[in-house]
């Protein structure tokens, strides 16, 4: 599976966007998804996975209530909304995808990636 992730850009603190990533290939319903985000000079975090049909999500703590992730399987496409932006969530976030696992938070249990958009919170 390719995944193209978009949506990112500049925003004030307090402010919202919304990231889609597509994906093209297998039958996305077989991917778990996940969303990760890579701050400069620090360690890839994970933010938020979805399961396969999309009826359960988990999130990291520091983003529960106000990141939410979403797929829509008929347009092979996952969203993560984010709201209440902060500077601290400027970061460069990808999307993963792995047809083994589900809803898990380690890097390294997703098999493909995407390029990275890069979100930018100003104070």
Known sequence: VQLQASG?????????LRLS???SGR????????????APGKER???????????VSRYTDSVKGQFTISR????NTVYLQMNVLKPED???YYC??????TL???????AYWGQGTLVTVSS
């Open 45 to 55: 975090e994970f933010v938020a996975t979805i399961s396969r049909g999309g009826g």
């Open 8 to 16: 990112g850009g500049m925003v004030q603190a307090g402010g919202s």
């Open 27 to 38: 039958a996305f319903s077989t991917y778990s998804m996940g969303w990760f985000r890579q």
């Open 90 to 92: 400027t970061a460069v």
């Open 104 to 110: 898990h938070i380690r890097p390294d249990d997703y």
């Open 21 to 23: 990533c597509a994906a």
């Open 96 to 101: 993963a995808a792995d047809s083994i696992t």
């Open 72 to 75: 829509d399987n008929s347009k």
